[in-house]
């Protein structure tokens, strides 16, 4: 893995994209190295799931040049696992858990016709979900699930590709606080391994998580996690954003002022 | 009353009546596994279009064997013709970007029933017209059962041979994409096979109703199957039954057979509905 680290996960240069008439990015310019974990921010319609989308080569972009490991996104594609947003699925689908992890193994080599999946690919997607913290809900139903489990679930799916990037579209939509933090401490530990990249609302939570927030309204601003501040944020979102201020952890044996990580 | 149909069935004159049970049966393995496919897909609309071009491949295969004397095309050739173009037409185009699929299926339906019908008018003789929109299943032959049993045989093989990147091409097309599935054959040839069950299937419960024996049995299989091939499965089943007890009931009654095997399905579902609403 140490010998990637000279190129970037994504590179952009110069990328407009419109749909039909209607600009949504203009001149994105984008480096985000190998191993980083970063937030995606930004109004609603200022282009964030279109840029995932174009990262993952789902889109074309009018101009400019895009390279995911240094290659150019269809043929990078097996190296990214991916988290559509939620409300893209049918929740009632008749599915085990694990058959929709395993989902991620598609693909691979090993998987034959008229047979199941290989006991690796088992192996990987129980891994996945463990990672998770949902190992115990295999043998279950999707439907079963609460919507924050499912969510998890299909971070786990994303995972069973065994990614070099993960992007995630809104990870915590439908999931409650306690479950927000878990997760964000599970991308914390899973950036060690990979580079992360995750659209989210909250800025005020996870500017403690990650390393840098990449705003996206038409134009994108990467900024390292220690630019952020109130004006800054009034830019991105035009004033109507309320700054949660997170200067303290809740931490087991009572809080505590936060410590910034170095 | 379904014993006079069961001591009817056993009668050795009655052999139009074991052919039809048989082929009722035989049906419903394609509509229960197809039909999970359409529900999932939420596809009915698009069945439905591709039911009724049947029948402007059948007007326009008639008018061509009596008018234009094109002797080897017969109206089930004339009739997969229209539903593979039908189907293409609505593939194609309806899944490019910016085209709003339902107004084109909206078209290809009207299209298709209205130059059968034109084509129909143009063709001297009788044609029982009636008996292709809603289907007589009294009237199939030998040569029916076996087409429907080949039909089977391969949506059997391909529903279980590529049973994964099926579920993963439903559950979530983008996604199945994204890992390298080729999500465009399988859809193709998903809405093929729906094509050609539709076409047989015309014969059993006519254009206007195949797409009920599409939707109904593997409606009422979605609110009790925990896995995808268990609403196969259970669909199969529904629609097994309700070709047998729909036929018991349309002899016993000398009642149309598609409409009252319709009917039944139709019965299974909201009573399957209600029971769901009730526990919850």
Same mark, same amino acid.
């Given at each position: 893995m140490h010998s990637h680290h000279s190129t970037p996960a994504v590179s952009i240069i110069d990328l407009d994209f419109s749909y039909r008439d209607h600009p949504v990015l203009e001149k994105v310019n984008l480096e985000i190295p190998e191993g980083e974990l970063a937030s995606?921010?930004?109004?609603?319609?200022?282009?964030?799931?279109?840029?995932?989308?174009?990262?993952l080569g789902l889109l074309e972009p009018d101009r400019g040049v895009i390279r995911v490991f240094g290659q150019p996104p269809l043929k990078a594609r097996r190296e990214i696992g991916y988290l559509p947003q939620y409300?893209?699925?049918?929740p009632l689908f008749p599915v085990s858990v694990l058959n929709v992890v395993l989902m991620g193994q598609l693909g691979r080599p090993g998987k034959k016709l008229f047979s199941g999946y290989p006991a690796r690919a088992k192996e990987i997607a129980r891994a996945a979900l463990a990672e998770v913290g949902l190992a115990e809900t295999a043998g279950k139903s999707f439907h079963q699930l609460s919507g924050g489990q499912r969510q998890r679930v299909l971070i786990a799916r994303a995972l069973a590709t065994e990614p070099r990037l993960l992007l995630l579209d809104e990870p915590t939509a439908n999931i409650d606080p306690r479950s927000e933090e878990n997760l964000y401490e599970t991308l914390a530990r899973l950036s060690q391994k990979m580079t992360v990249l995750f659209v989210t609302h909250d800025l005020g939570i996870v500017s403690q998580v990650v390393r840098s927030v990449i705003c996206v309204n038409r134009q994108v601003v990467i900024h390292p996690t220690s630019q952020i501040n109130g004006t800054l944020i009034k830019d991105i979102y035009g004033g109507d954003f309320n700054l949660i201020r997170h200067d303290h952890r809740c931490a087991r044996n009572g809080h505590q002022p936060h410590q910034p990580t170095v | 009353m379904m014993s006079d149909f069961f001591t009817a069935l056993?009668?050795?004159g009655n052999t139009f009546l074991r052919l039809a049970l048989a082929v009722g049966l035989a049906s419903s393995i394609a509509f229960g596994v197809i039909g999970t496919?359409?529900?999932s897909r939420r596809i009915s609309y698009l069945a439905?279009?591709?039911?009724?071009?049947?029948?402007?491949?059948?007007?326009?295969?008639?008018?061509?064997?009596?008018?234009?004397?094109?002797?080897w095309l017969d109206p089930l050739a004339g009739a997969l013709i229209a539903a593979l173009?039908?189907?293409?037409?609505i593939g194609h185009f309806g899944h490019k970007k910016g085209q709003r699929e339902e107004t084109m299926i909206g078209a290809t339906w009207a299209i298709g029933m209205a130059l059968g019908i034109i084509f129909i008018d143009l063709t001297p003789g009788y044609f029982n017209l009636t008996s292709y929109l809603f289907g007589d299943i009294l009237l199939v032959s030998n040569r029916d059962l076996l087409r429907i049993l080949v039909l089977d045989v391969i949506i059997l093989l391909f529903a279980s041979g590529c049973y994964h990147q099926i579920l993963a091409v439903c559950f979530d097309e983008e996604f199945a994409r994204l890992r390298g599935i080729r999500v465009d054959f399988y859809y193709q040839a998903l809405l093929g096979l729906t094509a050609v069950t539709v076409v047989l299937?015309? %014969?059993?419960?006519?254009?206007? *109703?195949?797409? =009920?024996?599409?939707?109904?049995?593997?409606?009422?299989?979605?609110?009790?199957? %925990?896995?995808?091939?268990?609403? *196969?499965?259970? =669909?199969?089943?529904?629609a097994a039954m309700a070709i047998v007890i729909g036929l018991g009931i349309s002899y016993q009654y000398s009642l149309s057979s598609g409409p009252v095997i319709i009917l039944v399905a139709g019965l299974f579902y909201f009573l399957a509905t209600a029971c769901k609403t009730r526990q919850t």
């Open positions: 995606i921010v930004g109004p609603n319609g200022g282009g964030k799931t279109t840029l995932l989308k174009i990262i409300a893209h699925l049918d | 056993a009668d050795p496919y359409v529900v439905g279009a591709v039911s009724h071009c049947v029948l402007g491949g059948i007007g326009a295969a008639l008018w061509l064997e009596t008018v234009c004397q094109v002797k173009i039908a189907t293409f037409i299937m015309v %014969r059993v419960v006519g254009i206007v *109703m195949v797409i =009920a024996m599409l939707t109904l049995p593997a409606a009422t299989a979605a609110l009790f199957a %925990r896995r995808l091939f268990e609403m *196969m499965l259970l =669909a199969v089943f529904f």
